[in-house]
Antibody, heavy 117, light 110 residues
C-alpha cells in the first residue's frame, strides 16, 4: 500500500525558514517523480514544486521560485521542501504527491504551515 | 485567478447526471492531457480521471472525462450523496513549465 506521510509543518514568523519532509513507502520511490502541492485555508489547489526521479529536473511555481528548494533522498525514500523567506501568503496545507502515468496518483494527508507574527 | 477556469459550483439530485467544465488554453489543455481530482470534505485530493478519460482502478464508471480543444469536462452519472465534494481539473502548462489547476467546483447533491 502506497503511503506518503508529511511532517515539519508548524507556526513560523514571516521571513523565517521551515523544512518539510515526506516519508514514502509502498512503491519504488527512486522510480517516480514527486511533487508538493499546497492548499491555502478555504482555497483551491496550487502546485508548488516537482522533482524527477534522479533529481535531474526540478520545477517551481513562480510564487515560490527563489525561496523554496525541493530535494529528495532516494536512499531514505524521502522528499523534502526547504522553505525560506516565508510570507503570510505561504500559509497552507502542504501535500506531498506521487506522480503517476499522468498527474498525481497518490497524496499524503498534508502538513499545515502557518506564517504569522 | 486560476489558469484553468471551472464553475465555482454545481448541483444535482440523486440519480441525476451533472457535468463540470474546465477551460484552458493551447499551452495547457490544448497540447497536454487533463486530470481530475475529487476532494471529499476534510480529506486529501484523490485522482479521479487521468489522461483526459482514464479511470484509476477503483473509480466507478459513473465518472467519465473528455477533452476537446482547449476545454475538458467531467461527467458524473447516477449522482449519489457521497459524490458531494470539490472537483479540480489540472494540466501541465508548457508556458509556465508547471502544473496548473482549476479553481475547483463544489458539487452539492440536493
Amino acid at each position: 500500500e502506497v503511503q506518503l506521510v508529511e511532517s515539519g509543518g508548524g507556526l513560523v514568523q514571516p521571513g523565517r525558514s521551515l523544512r518539510l519532509s515526506c516519508a514514502a513507502s509502498g512503491f519504488t520511490f527512486d522510480d517516480k517523480a514527486m511533487h508538493w502541492v499546497r492548499q491555502a485555508p478555504g482555497k483551491g489547489l496550487e502546485w508548488v514544486s516537482g522533482i524527477s526521479w534522479n533529481s535531474g529536473n526540478r520545477g517551481y511555481a513562480d510564487s515560490v521560485k527563489g525561496r523554496f528548494t525541493i530535494s529528495r533522498d532516494n536512499a531514505k525514500n524521502s522528499l523534502y521542501l526547504q522553505m525560506n523567506s516565508l510570507r503570510p501568503e505561504d500559509t497552507a496545507l502542504y501535500y506531498c504527491a506521487k506522480e503517476g502515468v499522468s498527474g498525481f496518483d497518490y497524496w499524503g494527508q498534508g502538513t499545515l504551515v502557518t506564517v504569522s507574527s | 485567478q486560476s489558469v484553468l477556469t471551472q464553475p465555482p459550483s454545481a448541483s444535482g439530485t440523486p440519480g441525476q447526471s451533472v457535468t463540470i467544465s474546465c477551460s484552458g488554453s493551447t499551452s495547457n489543455i490544448g497540447y497536454n492531457t487533463v486530470n481530475w481530482y475529487q476532494q471529499l470534505p476534510g480529506t486529501a485530493p484523490k485522482l479521479l480521471i487521468y489522461s483526459n478519460s482514464q479511470r484509476p482502478s477503483g473509480v466507478p464508471d459513473r465518472f467519465s472525462g473528455s477533452k476537446s480543444g482547449t476545454s475538458a469536462s467531467l461527467a458524473i452519472s447516477g449522482l449519489q450523496s457521497e459524490d458531494e465534494a470539490d472537483y479540480y481539473c489540472a494540466a501541465w502548462d508548457d508556458s509556465l513549465n508547471g502544473w496548473v489547476f482549476g479553481g475547483g467546483t463544489k458539487l452539492t447533491v440536493l
